[in-house]
C-alpha cells in the first residue's frame, strides 16, 4: 500500500466552493482509476499552528506504486490538474509506504 499525501496552499482568490468542487472531483476520481484505495480531503483544523500556511490536504492510498504510477499519468488525473492546478499557490507532495 502506498499513500500519496498533497499539503495544499490555495491561492487568496479560490473560493470555498471552488475547494470543494475540486475535493469532489478528487473523491470522484477512484472511481474512474484502478489501484485507488481510499480518497480523503479536508481543511487543517490543528491547534499548534504548524501549518506553514498549508490549510487543506488530501490523501490518497494505492494498491502499489505501480497503481499510483498508473495515475499520475491517466487521462481522469490530468483533466483534474486543468481545474486543480490554477488554485495552488503552494503545494507538497509526498508519498510513502505503509
Known sequence: ????????????????????????????????????????????NSPEGLNKEYTHCVTMDFTDEAARDIYLPHPAHEELKQQFVPMIENIIVFDYSL
Do not use: W, Y
Open 1 to 44: 500500500m502506498l499513500r500519496h499525501i498533497l499539503l495544499i496552499q490555495f491561492t487568496a482568490t479560490t473560493q470555498d466552493d471552488e475547494i470543494l468542487d475540486v475535493f469532489d472531483v478528487f473523491q470522484s476520481i477512484q472511481d474512474k482509476i484502478p489501484g485507488i484505495e481510499t480518497v480523503s480531503c479536508g481543511a487543517n
